[in-house]
């Protein structure tokens, strides 16, 4: 069964950092477009970060550029959020997805980041 | 990198078909056709329900169908059934591979 797992959430006070991973199992996340997306209490899903499968292009949502690095681990079948100067509204449920021809497939269960003091 | 507008509320008696909207613009939705439809149950994962606008992924009902015309994409879903209750979002490729979500339609089945 193909599945993605999330895992790092927690709570982080303002300023802080935190790595989320997500790994893959039943399949090779190595030939897979990669994304991070999030959403937080009340709102909706919002695009974060894609990573391409050799992991040399990555792109960002304006509102993280600049303090979050989308990388990966081919052997280790992971991806990484590296996640800086965390702010409140960086409170949310974080997802990874493959991509398949710019859709967003498979879905893991997310994991939640909470920042605050 | 503005969100797609999407209203907030739709609703439907079980077996009426209902249609929620998603507007962008001609950078997004209207510029081609990696449009997306997901739904959400509370608590749950993302569900893709249609991609490449009008296209169902294996296992999904042929009560969910989508199209576009310019700017704005449509999910149709007929013949409602109470699971259909949930958030559905549409999402498109919105240049230099980022992508755009709507806001997310809450569709109630009364």
């Known amino acids: 069964e193909v599945q993605l797992v999330e895992s790092g959430g927690g709570l982080v006070q303002p300023g802080g950092s935190l790595r989320l991973s997500c790994v893959g199992s039943?399949?090779?996340?190595?030939?897979?477009?990669m994304h991070w997306v999030r959403k937080a209490p009340g709102k909706g899903l919002v695009w974060v970060s894609l990573?391409?499968?050799?992991?040399?292009?990555?792109t960002y949502a304006d509102s993280v550029k600049g303090r979050f690095i989308i990388s990966r681990d081919n052997v280790k079948n992971t991806v990484y959020l590296q996640m800086n100067s965390l702010r409140d509204e960086d409170t949310a449920v974080y997802y990874c997805?493959?991509?398949?021809?710019?859709?967003?497939?498979?879905w893991g269960q997310g994991t939640t980041v909470t920042v605050s003091s | 990198q503005s969100a797609l507008t999407q209203p907030r509320s739709v609703s439907g008696s079980p077996g009426q078909s209902v249609t929620l909207s998603c507007t962008g613009t001609?950078?997004?939705?209207?510029?081609?056709?990696?449009v997306s439809w997901y739904q959400q149950h509370s608590g749950k994962a993302p569900k893709v329900m249609i991609y490449d606008v009008s296209t169902r992924p294996s296992g999904v009902p042929d009560r969910f169908s989508g199209s576009k015309s310019g700017n704005t994409a449509s999910l149709t879903i007929s013949g409602l059934q109470p699971e259909d209750e949930a958030d559905y979002y549409c999402?498109?490729?919105?240049?230099?591979?980022?992508?755009?979500f709507g806001g997310g339609t809450k569709l109630t089945v009364l």
């Open positions: 001609s950078g997004d939705v209207g510029g081609h056709n990696y």
């Open positions: 999402c498109s490729l919105a240049g230099s591979y980022t992508w755009v």
């Open positions: 997805a493959t991509d398949r021809y710019y859709t967003l497939n498979v």
């Open positions: 039943g399949f090779s996340l190595s030939t897979s477009w």
């Open positions: 990573i391409k499968s050799d992991g040399t292009s990555t």
